[in-house]
T-cell receptor
Framework: SQQGEEDPQALSIQEGENATMNCSYKTSINNLQWYRQNSGRGLVHLILIRSNEREKHSGRLRVTLDTSKKSSSLLITASRAADTASYFCATGYNNNDMRFGAGTRLTVKP | GAGVSQSPSNKVTEKGKDVELRCDPISGHTALYWYRQSLGQGLEFLIYFQGNSAPDKSGLPSDRFSAERTGGSVSTLTIQRTQQEDSAVYLC????????????FGPGTRLTVL
């Protein structure tokens, strides 16, 4: 399968804590992206990391990529109730092919 | 356009009827994707287009599902003889613009088959 697999399936934390979600995949990728889905409708792109990069930051988000282990992690620091959502990793291949995992449901309790 | 649009936003149909779902991608985006998402579940890949051609149709659940894209723009997903298990939100995304590989999602079409 080309799609990634997120872990855990669900995560519940208190506001202010950090949240870490993981993604593993099986085939070589061109890039890996993380998306957020708030309302069960459209997804919003968060961050893209290319296969030759190891770490990227965007605000309170930190993404790492380990191509030797075929895994990535998304860290959300100082979480807020508004971060409650489902988070998906997407593995990107050449020629625009992309596949999404099943997602991690994050709940941040106020 | 400003973003990806999909129509209709909601569709209720009777079992056995055919439905057509439409996706208008962002102008200039070469890639277009269709996904299906059942309640509380992840995204199920259906098909993607590079231009007007579909390099990978392996995600289509059955031969009742088909999709086409014309003029490198609008795409239509057709489901024939709908079944109750087809009920889901159908999401379309486009990409391949200036930020290569990032996908921009439409709001989805919620399909309910009675």
């Amino acid at each position: 399968s080309q799609q990634g697999e997120e872990d855990p399936q669900a995560l519940s934390i208190q506001e202010g804590e950090n949240a870490t979600m993981n993604c593993s995949y099986k085939t070589s990728i061109n890039n890996l992206q993380w998306y957020r889905q708030n309302s069960g409708r459209g997804l919003v792109h968060l961050i893209l990391i290319r296969s030759n990069e190891r770490e990227k930051h965007s605000g309170r988000l930190r993404v790492t990529l380990d191509t030797s282990k075929k895994s990535s992690s998304l860290l959300i620091t100082a979480s807020r109730a508004a971060d409650t959502a489902s988070y998906f990793c997407a593995t990107g291949y050449n020629n625009n092919d992309m596949r999404f995992g099943a997602g991690t449901r994050l709940t941040v309790k106020p | 356009g400003a973003g990806v649009s999909q129509s209709p936003s909601n569709k209720v149909t009777e079992k056995g009827k055919d439905v057509e779902l439409r996706c208008d991608p962002i102008s200039g985006h070469t890639a277009l994707y269709w996904y299906r998402q059942s309640l509380g579940q992840g995204l199920e890949f259906l098909i993607y287009f590079q231009g007007n051609s579909a390099p990978d149709k392996s995600g289509l659940p059955s031969d009742r599902f088909s999709a086409e894209r014309t003029g490198g723009s609008v795409s239509t997903l057709t489901i024939q003889r709908t079944q109750q298990e087809d009920s889901a939100v159908y999401l379309c995304a486009s990409g391949g613009g200036t930020n290569y590989n990032e996908q921009f999602f439409g709001p989805g079409t919620r399909l309910t088959v009675l």
